[in-house]
Every structure is written in structure tokens, then in C-alpha cells.
């Protein structure tokens, strides 16, 4: 099984092109979704985030609330660092997990969908990684179109790695300025190779 890692920043439109590689056959990992799964109740990870975070984490479902623990880790650099210590280690396990399975069950193709795919270090659990670019005044206009403050959609980039830096570390790069339909053709061409690729490897 080829697996690709695909990332990029915030209105970058990387969900938008793994609903097109699935729409053509690729199997899908969501790393968000993997994400609130590593930390429901019953998980090591859930009491590991207690430990360091305490009770007051704990909404009145018993389940973590993303929420206010979001809002924590935002305002202090160090509590981000010890969160990320904790879930992603448990979220890269989770994930490698649900490759193998995909694999085992004859998957051609997966797809990892993953924001923080290199702040994470999770580069090991993919064959190439796709990065999909927007410029920042792109993506800022397209989260403005969403209902994001400008202000906002600025600071969310600025957190964010730069282009430059996610761009020396891809091994494929879909630019995504342009229409829809460009991108769509940018990527149906990368699709196409690919598959060529894996017949040539097969071969």
C-alpha cells in the first residue's frame, strides 16, 4: 500500500483535495478525528492529561472538554508543549494502527490528512508528503469568506509554519491559488502518477 501524507496550513484546501483522492479510490485517515479518539475516557492518555492538567479539564459528560483544555494550552507556550508530548506519541501509535488495518484489508492507496503532519514528526508513518500551498493572502480571504475575523485568520497563520518551511520538507507540491477546477486538475494528474508508480513498483 503507497501512503500519502497530506498536509498544509489553515485555508490551504487540504480537505478539499483528500475528498478528491477518495472520491477516486483512496483509503482515508483523519488525524483530527484520530486525535479526539486518543484522548476519550477509559484511554492512558485521557489520565495522563488529568495528571498534568487536572480535574477541571473534565467536562460534565466525563469526556475531556476539547474546549477548555484549547484554551489553556493556547495561552502558554509551555502547557502547548506538554500537551503535544502527551497526545501526539499516542495519536502517531493510534494512527499506525489504523494503516496497518487499511493495509491488511488490501487498501492500493491511503490517504493521511494531517494539519501538524510535520510539526509532529509523523513523516515515518507515510511514503511522500503532499503538501498543498495557498499564499497567505489567499487564505486569509477564503477564511474570511468563512466567517473568520481577519485579525484572526492572520494570527492563525502566523502560528502556522511558513510555505517556505513545509515546501523543503514535501515531496509533492499542489499550489492551490488558482479555481477549483485547476486544482482539481493538478491533482487528477499527481493521482495518475502515482498510480503509475505503484504499477511500475509492482512491476
Do not use: C
Not at 484520530?34 to 492529561?49: M, Q
Not at 477564503?142 to 466567517?147: D, I, K, P, V
Not at 486538475?185 to 504499477?199: F, G, N
Amino acid at each position: 500500500m503507497r501512503t500519502i501524507g497530506l498536509t498544509g496550513g489553515i485555508g490551504s484546501g487540504k480537505s478539499t483535495v483528500a475528498q478528491m483522492l477518495v472520491a477516486w479510490g483512496a483509503a482515508f485517515v483523519n488525524a483530527d478525528l484520530v486525535g479526539h479518539r486518543s484522548y476519550r475516557k477509559g484511554t492512558a492518555t485521557y489520565e495522563r492529561l488529568i495528571e498534568a492538567f487536572g480535574p477541571e479539564i473534565v467536562g460534565a459528560d466525563g469526556e475531556i472538554d476539547r474546549q477548555k483544555l484549547g484554551r489553556r494550552v493556547f495561552a502558554d507556550p509551555e502547557d502547548r508543549r506538554r500537551i503535544n508530548d502527551i497526545v501526539w506519541p499516542a495519536m502517531a501509535e493510534m494512527m499506525a494502527h489504523d494503516l496497518d488495518e487499511l493495509r491488511a484489508r488490501g487498501e492500493r492507496v491511503a490517504v493521511l490528512e494531517a494539519a501538524i503532519l510535520l510539526e509532529a514528526g509523523w513523516q515515518w508513518l507515510v511514503d511522500e508528503v503532499w503538501v498543498v500551498l495557498a499564499s497567505p493572502e489567499t487564505a486569509v480571504r477564503r477564511l474570511e469568506a468563512a466567517g473568520m475575523e481577519r485579525e484572526h485568520a492572520e494570527a492563525r497563520i502566523r502560528s502556522q509554519l511558513s510555505n517556505e518551511e513545509r515546501v523543503y520538507q514535501a515531496d509533492v507540491v499542489i499550489e492551490n491559488d488558482g479555481t477549483p477546477v485547476e486544482l482539481e486538475a493538478r491533482v487528477q494528474s499527481l493521482w495518475e502518477q502515482l498510480q503509475a508508480r505503484i504499477v511500475q513498483h509492482a512491476g
